[in-house]
Structure formats: C-alpha cells, structure tokens
C-alpha cells in the first residue's frame, strides 16, 4: 500500500466534526466520507452496505480524526516556541473560552507571527500523518 504525503496532510487539513476522510486499501486512494456523501464509494449498492464495510471490514482506514489531530494542542505547544513572553501572554489568552481559534488566528496576525504558526501547523500536521503511515504499514510517496 501506497500514499502520496500531501494526499493525507490535504485530508488532515480539511477533516472537521461532519467529515471524515478513508484510506482505500485496494485503490491507494483517500476518500471523503461524510453522514450525506457517499459519491466516491461506487463499489455499495447501498448505504448500509457501504457502513457495515467502513465499521467491520478491512477494506479502509480511517485518517485520523479532529479530535485525534487536536488543533488546540497544537496552538498550544506553538505558542511555547514564541520566543517574546509578551506575545506568548497574548496567545495564551487568545486561546481561552469559546472562540478560541478565531482569537488565536486574530492574535496570530496582529502580532505577524502567522507564517511561523502555518509553518509549525504544517510540520505537526507532517508528523502526525507520517506516524499514521507508519502505524498502518502505508507506505508513504513523497511529492
């Protein structure tokens, strides 16, 4: 089995509460999956085929999920890296109650610190999905 790198750091990117992506074990391909779209699964005649194969089968495997990505662990192991204290406070309360991410990008970029937060994301984002390539023999192409 095979993967491009930039094909799972894509779907990592993008997997929210209402979608899930899937690795196809048979065609090395990454789908959506989502409660109301089952387009790229043309092999199920029906949905419940097609759940009782994504619950119990071995056909795919699931990416890891938003919670298993855990964005706010990330912000908060980026605003350690941020070198001016006065900054990291201003992070570090940015990040605090509802709203969170809105307030930490905000900060983010009044302080213009948001190439160094996008390229910390995208290496995080890099090492959990490497580690997901791993832990599921995938072996993985680089771009």
């Known amino acids: 089995m095979k993967v491009e790198l930039s094909e799972v750091i894509g779907a990592l990117e993008f997997t929210n509460d209402d979608m899930s992506y899937v690795y196809d074990t048979k065609t090395g391909e990454i ?3 989502s409660d109301d779209c089952f387009d790229a699964f043309d092999d199920y005649d ?3 085929e097609l ?3 994504l619950e119990n089968g071995d056909r ?3 990416l890891p999920e938003q919670f298993d990505i855990n964005e706010y662990g990330i912000m908060k192991d980026f605003i350690r890296t941020v070198e001016n204290p006065n900054e990291q406070n201003e992070l570090a309360s940015a990040i605090r109650g509802r709203g969170a ?4 990008k905000n900060t983010v970029n009044e302080l213009d610190l948001a190439d160094d937060w996008y390229k910390y994301r995208d290496q995080a984002l890099e090492r959990i999905a490497r580690g997901w390539c791993k832990e599921n023999n995938i072996e993985i192409i680089e771009d």
């Open 31 to 33: 789908l959506v999956y």
């Open 46 to 48: 029906d949905e419940e």
């Open 51 to 53: 759940m009782d194969e």
């Open 60 to 62: 795919y495997i699931y």
């Open 101 to 104: 991410f809105r307030r930490f």
